[in-house]
């Protein structure tokens, strides 16, 4: 049969089987759904067909890239267009085949999408979901729509339809026109095609060699092998057009062992290809032969190296050499090879398929077409993509990937494998092609994409790198088998806490050693992961280094448990549960006050970053650590005052400016080091914003003022109504040394139109005010312009001032705004309303209060911020009425400068961020004059930290631990199969809504004795584990 | 399919022959025939490495100085059934460690260990299966398991 009448015959089989009267199931049996579960799929379908007494036709096909909805199984009823369904198992199987072919309910609830022209009510448009919306598939085309094991369905998609056209081409015509197209070598490398195939062309001789390198050895890579699975004939195809074009007679395909699979898809569809006459002799009658032989890898990763690669086939160890001689000159049995990889031979046939003017349409000047990338990692929606290079990268994480799981913030995302780097968050709208890469310090690579989120620490990802390549290491030349193993092991001592001074300089120069000394690509770029987080995330570097401190809380070597990893002051959490679980709620009050002077505070307010870390997360729900510490707070009998040590007296004496956490925090460790500690507070009562910020309703004053009377008792003398104007001023008195904690009290500028009208309060200073007890007239309509805490306090404040409506107006939505869950739901229960999507744009004064204009927004792309820009919609402004409008926006710090310290933007004080020291000597500053509005705990981290600093300035150890009880003893870990599942937090006793509004009474009543032992119960014992 | 567990009646020699001898002469037959020989016996028997030395007309350095370079080769017997457990990145991110420990766990294989006593299992790390998207996975001979947990693993582990 000619080509022609396969075609024809092939063509006209296909239409049969669109036309057909029987329904067509597909389903995706790929190594991916395979292993969700697709075969069983498979048996469970079958079975349900035949119960049913219902003939189908089923087609197993390749991967459509999916892979997060997985099992897929798409049904086309006659009549009505191709639905996809997700996550089908084995139980949905019946029902769905029930409803929908006898029933004919389509069950849009299980579907994800339709393909093709018509529409099936309630069910979108497949190729218009996010996820696929932005991708154009060239070498992915048939993926996951024909039979990988049926050479005819892909004749009848325009298959080999390149190749004959390449028969009525000259050799120099094929190769103009993939150099026309721009394709570029996908396999990482990026060398033009074309430029490559005509070294191979005029090598003399007529032995010469075609390679497809499949060795995929990146991890996180899989886009070759769902291409061998789902459509191997396109890059046979390409395979045969490349080979004609530069006259070699023989191709090898290098597939690793690991993808079995894809090797029996390639063996089946080369037998094909002998039948229909493709491979062999005499071709199609062009006179051209062709032998295609696949060679298996053996597990090496060096192998995806074209000169090992090489040496592989020719049966040696898999050792690069060095180039020239170029393989175009002598590669393989030292003959003429042109080696390209897998998605390069798949773009190939689909160029000359269309023409090069359509593939070099896609993409920007100098990276051309379409890249396939595995989408791996955080990310909601993982799988195989293919887009037009250029893209951008926020693109592909947020609009096809949906974003980071579980709400938690994006870091970074690696590109490139091993041989690649991070980019970092911030770069959220580089374009995604080769040279942007380069340029931020990463590269495209085969088309590996893993996402990192706020849990990924990069340090120890750097560390997985190196472990990796220098396990693959051929160990041929020195700078990359001695390099390798170098820089892990100084990676290895970072990760473990003993990282030194000079380490990150140190693997920098390494790192160029090997980059420049490298025999081959393995050694050249396996630095790179260490140099771009460097780069990029230093700090967190630094942090290992320099405190032993993972903020991911990753490094076992450092973390004991997330939670206790996650405080800033470091408070052993696990310890104290457990502590509550045995009933010795004073023993766990002991356990808290090891490290914080404010226990009930933080069990009233703290942010708790640790219950965001909290692994019984994973399972069901976090475990209630803020709660279970108020608990004990409330529950204390003060039996830690036993063991509280008071050093002698050193003489020296120490000045506090500022009564908030971080003042009190550093007064009161000082004091217990034995120096005279004299707190300097401007307002009339100390506090700071624990006194003047949190409304009476989250934090009782009685509370705060207990703790407070213990830090006195400590020795502590505090001076209200006492600004401080100048620090020569306390020198001069004698102090020794200084502490600047003046916080962040003056309420950030809006921006708008006449914000200084008579009526426009600023939220600190509102609540300031009511805290002090002054008169505050609300009036009826109140509008808060924010969606931070500080306005929610405001609003919930207004309320029960007597304000009849309040309104919090925010420019973006509920999942962006910075307050916490707990204070949005309970100011919604009180009937606090929010205008999302709203800000206001001026205000002016009336007869009637104030008019405020607003416009409304719309959410625009993610920025670095991971949140997504609001962007003003034009024409939507409006007009409204209020009393009084409340704006926080956030706060910046005011310092004299009399002080003569250096600042930044903001008014805050530039402070080293190890040890606090400000810009003068013996002055130190810390809190949120330091880092800005940020939460009470790390403020009495700051306190803490000043301490010590201050403590070793005045020539002391800095040694501030303290032991309040006795320690547990060995304990076992947890046994696994001790964890009840299921089991969430247990009620939480709150005032009822009706009494709340009456006056500033307390909202959270805590968990009662019962449930508070419960909740312990749920701890998993992180610290326990083994290491 | 695995050595030393079957008796075959046969000697190592006659179960090599026909696996190797039609290779003799051919370029770049080595890898092929160790795997091969591999799939036959399992691992590669140092007893047969000098006879196909001999057949291959390759020195017997040479053959080592390949089969140790590749890590698909073992020169131990294995267990029936081969776990391998995904270690890279994206399955990495996503907690592949914590799989890795519990099958050692499971199957009381320390680091250093590879077989059980019982020659039932064998565990191998494993750098990339290619299924990132379903990380963490979990090969046992030749399925894949995705989206794996401890749990999960201990389960499917108690299966065989």
Known sequence: MSFAEIQKKATADWETLQKNDKPRILIGTATCGRAAGALAVLDTINNELERLGIEAVITQVGCIGLCYAEPLVDIIKPGRPRISYAGVTPEIVPQLLEDYLINDNPRPDLALGTIGEDIVDGIPKLFELPVLKPQVRVALRNCGHIDPADINQYIANDGYTGFIKALKMTREEIIAEISKSGLRGRGGAGASTGFKWERLLEAPGDEKYIICNADEGDPGAFMDRSLLEGDPHAVLEGILIGCYATGANYAYIYCRAEYPLAIERLKTALAQMRENNLLGENILGSGFNLEIEIKEGAGAFVCGEETALIASIEGKRGMPRSRPPFPAVSGVWGKPTNVNNVETWANVSAILQKDAGWYSRYGTEKSRGTKTFALAGKVARTGLIEVPLGIRLGDIIYEIGGGIVNDKKFKAVLTGGPSGGCLPASLIDLSVDYESLDQAGSIVGSGGMIVGDEDTCMVDLARFFISFTQAESCGKCLPCREGGEEMLSVLERITNGEGQEGDIEYLEWLANLMKSGSLCALGQTSPNPVLTTIRYFREEYEEHIKKGYCRAGVCSGLVRSPCQNACPAGIDVPRYIRAIGRGNYGEALAIIREKVPFPSVLGYVCLHFCEAKCRRGQLEQSIAIKELKRFAADNDDGQWKKNVKKAPPTGKRVAVIGSGPAGLTAAYYMSRLGHEATVFEALPVAGGMMRVGIPAYRLPPEVLDKEIKEIENAGVTIKTNNPVESLDELFGQGYDSVFVSVGAHRGVVMGIERENTPGVLDGVDFLRAVNLGEKVEVGDRVMVVGGGNVALDAARTALRLGAGEVTIVYRRTRKEMPASEEEIDEALEEGVKIEYLTTPTGVTGSDNGLKVRLIRMELGKVDESGRPRPVPMEGSEFTTECDLMIKALGQESVVPDKYGLETERGGRISADKYTLATSREGVYAGGDVVSGPASVIEAIAAGRQAAVSMDIYLGGEGNIEEVLTLHEGELPPLNPDEIEADKYRPELRMLPVEERLKGFAQVVLGFDEKCAGEETGRCLRCDLEER | ?160
Do not use: N, W
């Not at chain 2, 059934?81 to 996503?94: I, R, S």
């Not at chain 2, 990339?128 to 979990?138: D, H, K, T």
């Open chain 2, 1 to 160: 399919m695995v050595g030393g567990t079957v008796d075959h009646g046969l000697s190592y020699s006659q179960r090599l022959l026909p696996l190797v001898l039609p290779h003799r002469g051919e370029r770049g037959a080595l890898i092929p025939v160790l795997q091969k020989v591999q799939e036959e016996f399992g691992y590669l028997p140092r007893e047969v490495i000098p006879e196909i030395a001999r057949i291959l007309c390759l020195s017997e350095s040479e053959i080592y100085g390949v089969a140790t370079f590749y890590a698909q080769f073992r020169f131990e017997r294995q267990g029936e059934h081969t776990v391998k457990c995904c270690q890279g990145t994206a399955c990495y991110v996503q907690g592949g460690r914590r799989i890795l420990d519990a099958i050692r766990k499971e199957l009381d294989l320390p680091e250093g260990k590879t077989t059980t006593d019982d020659y039932k299992f064998s565990l191998e790390r494993v750098a990339c299966f290619g299924s990132c998207a379903l990380a963490p996975v979990m090969v046992i001979d030749k399925t894949v398991y995705g989206r794996m947990t401890p749990a999960r693993a201990r389960e499917i582990l108690s299966q065989f």
